[in-house]
């Protein structure tokens, strides 16, 4: 019998991932069945079970994809001096997810991240997954923010942490948004936290 090999067995699992990723954006997790992730991928069960064991699986290894992917942009970003300040930054990593992500479209992604979010509250390996991601995000977050510091950019006797939750509550507030309602430009929350930047500094107009 030949030997698959580890690209093959990479890309099965790409496939795989994908099309579970499609079927909860689309019909949410609770109402998607593993006969439908079949359906979706066209797979055997034994094909698809050979890497997943059920839909808990599947969706946390989904939601650990998006954190690597996620780090790997404030990797690039702390790598750079100076680094980019926020309103690049959420824009930029914002771009990457959506560009690469699983479930087809921005609108869809952010539906499954919604989904995922109240998973969380029942699913012990689930919600591992993403308070690890979590922190690794909210460290990010607070090495870039120590750097605005340092650089004046931002007050320094704002604890680095705080300025940090509030960067990433930002961003979820978005992807609940961009789930609800969609068409919400990236460039809209550009524009805005690069607004909110601005504060303190725009010029009073003259009176006369």
């Known amino acids: 019998m030949a030997r698959v090999s580890q690209e093959h067995l990479d890309a099965r699992r790409r496939q795989i991932l994908d099309g579970a990723a499609r079927c909860f ?21 034994g094909a698809v079970y050979r890497y997943f064991r059920g839909k808990e699986q599947l969706i946390a290894a989904i939601a650990d994809e ?25 824009g930029r990593v914002l771009r990457r997810v959506f560009d690469t992500n699983p479930a087809g479209d921005a609108q869809a992604f952010c539906r499954l991240v919604l989904q995922v979010w109240p998973e969380t ?19 990010a977050w607070s090495t870039l923010v120590a750097a605005y510091q ?20 930002t961003v979820q507030g978005f992807l609940a948004q961009q789930a609800l309602f969609g068409d919400v430009d990236v460039r809209v929350l550009e524009d805005g936290v690069r607004g909110l930047m601005s504060l303190g500094r725009a010029v009073a107009p003259d009176p006369s």
């Open 66 to 90: 998006v954190f690597v992917l996620v780090g790997s942009a404030f990797d690039d970003a702390a790598r750079s001096v100076p680094p980019p300040t926020p309103d690049v930054l959420v």
């Open 121 to 139: 509250l029942r699913n012990e390996v689930l919600a591992a997954t993403l308070q690890a991601g979590f922190d690794r995000l909210l460290g």
């Open 150 to 169: 340092a650089g004046g950019q931002l007050d320094a006797d704002i604890p680095a942490e705080h300025v940090a939750r509030t960067c990433v509550a």
């Open 25 to 45: 954006a689309r019909n949410g997790f609770h109402a998607t069945s593993m006969q439908d992730v079949l359906q979706e991928v066209g797979l055997s069960a």
